[in-house]
């Protein structure tokens, strides 16, 4: 796939993003490959699943980590807009949480539910319940194949300004800011380091050591 071909013929097992979640104690590290094995799973699911093509569009309205991250991923290899967002609009489905599904139960998108489990398990396999009419992303993305034949674009191709940098950040509140905290290092062949939940600045100076980073936002 083309989305991360510039790191995979780079180095396909380095990390290219580390997500830690300051509130669970969770640190999770992704390197191209697996990247890019979630990205085509998500792009299956979006065109197989859903019904989803070109010109789509998904709402996220997830925590910061690294589901929201690989979701975009998927979005983007299958050429969806993604809009992230907790406004109910005109989206064609929403990934968000289930303390979440209330707010988007009547809004005619297609529910995804997304655990907040650091491993990526399903809602009812963590221990919640599913409610009528919604989808449990984890076991449901995990049918798929992590291989995408769909005509998906280069990374480098659609970001502005890439950087080479490790990045750390505390994450997002937009897709502009994702765009700026992930997608430019990962276009410019660089890292993410995402730090998510209650970290002072003495635990980021800790964190920046520990991963080698370059650059803060």
Not at 1 to 19: E, G, I, N, Q, W
Not at 43 to 71: C, F, K, R, Y
Not at 147 to 176: H, K
Request: no cysteine; aromatic share 8%; proline share 5%.
């Amino acid at each position: 796939m083309k989305l991360f071909a510039h790191l995979l013929s780079a180095d396909p097992a380095a990390p290219r993003l580390t997500a830690y979640n300051e509130s669970t104690g969770a640190r999770m590290d992704f390197s191209a490959q697996t990247l890019d094995n979630w990205a085509a799973k998500i792009a299956n699911m979006l065109e197989e699943e859903l019904d989803l093509e070109e010109g789509s569009t998904i709402a996220i309205d997830l925590p910061v980590g690294w589901q929201a991250a690989v979701t975009v991923f998927g979005a983007l290899a299958a050429r969806v807009n993604v809009r992230m967002t907790s406004e109910p609009s005109d989206e064609d489905a929403v990934f968000t949480t289930l303390e979440r599904h209330e707010a988007w139960a009547g809004s005619g998108a297609d529910v995804l539910l997304v655990s907040e489990d650091p491993f990526g398990r399903g809602i009812e396999e963590s221990g919640g319940e599913m409610p009528l009419g919604a989808l449990d992303f984890g076991p449901t993305v995990r049918f798929y194949g992590d291989q995408y034949f769909g005509d998906a674009p280069a990374l480098p191709e659609i970001i502005d300004a890439p950087t080479t940098e490790r990045l750390l950040s505390t994450g997002w509140t937009d897709f502009d800011g994702f765009t700026d905290v992930v997608l430019r290092p990962l276009a410019g062949g660089g890292s993410a380091v995402v730090v998510a939940g209650v970290a002072d600045t003495d635990r980021l100076d800790e964190i920046a050591a520990s991963e080698k980073t370059t650059a803060r936002a």
